[in-house]
């Protein structure tokens, strides 16, 4: 069964330190991982899409990293802020129909 | 502005009730997308259009009916729901389907549905 996952389900981090996001996902026959953000009772937007031919994306303050081979993938943000607090999710598209999306990391930047 | 609308943002309905949600994308994708979110679960993708042909079936209960009229447009035809219905409901497009081509999803805001 192909499964995504994210841990911790929630992070607490002082203003202005770096931190990592982790997604891990069981099927290395990935086609494209995409990270998303998602503020509370709205949609997600779309932060960065990786295919499997690539190793990471940037995009100003975020990387992201994709790992076929140990079935992983981080999301890295830098300098945080508190504009920054949010639910983060990762979603695997394993070739067929679907993206298969993991429930997500609850960020909050501390002031 | 994430370029995909849906209407009502909203909206509240007795188990015999029907309703219809809207979803517009001004993005001139091929596919479009119904997702449900729970609370505590993971996305459950619903339906998938390409080219306005539904091409996959979530086995999702068939109080919900999708319609797709064209590329642009995606309606969700509601009709007697259950309370375990009550969630998220967020319609997303894509210039390719997964599995082909570019396939980068963009969502909207969805319609937050109560099931009395």
């Not at chain 1, 330190?17 to 990935?30: G, K, Q």
């Not at chain 1, 695997?92 to 909050?108: A, P, V």
């Amino acid at each position: 069964k192909q499964e995504v996952t994210q841990i911790p389900a929630a992070l607490s981090v002082p203003e202005g330190e770096n931190l990592v996001l982790n997604c891990s996902f069981t099927d290395s026959a990935i086609y494209n991982l995409q990270w998303f953000r998602q503020d509370p009772g709205k949609g997600l937007t779309s932060l960065l899409l990786i295919q499997s031919s690539q190793r990471e994306q940037t995009s100003g303050r975020l990387n992201a990293s994709l790992d076929k081979s140990s079935g992983r993938s981080t999301l890295y943000i830098a300098a945080s802020q508190p504009g920054d607090s949010a639910t983060y999710l990762c979603a695997s598209n394993f070739g067929n129909e679907k993206l298969t999306f993991g429930t997500g990391t609850r960020l909050t930047i501390i002031p | 502005e994430t370029g995909v609308t849906q209407t009502p943002r909203h909206l509240v309905m007795g188990m015999t009730n029907k309703k219809s949600l809207k979803c517009e994308q001004h993005l001139g994708h091929n596919a479009m997308y119904w997702y449900k979110q729970s609370a505590k679960k993971p996305l459950e993708l619903m339906f998938v259009y390409n080219f306005k042909e539904q091409t996959e079936n979530n086995s999702v209960p068939s109080r919900f009916s999708p319609e797709c009229p064209n590329s642009s447009h995606l309606f969700l035809h509601l009709h007697t729901l259950q309370p375990e219905d009550s969630a998220l409901y967020l319609c997303a497009s894509s210039q390719d389907p997964p599995g082909a081509g570019y396939n980068e999803q963009f969502f909207g805001p969805g319609t937050r549905l109560t099931v009395l």
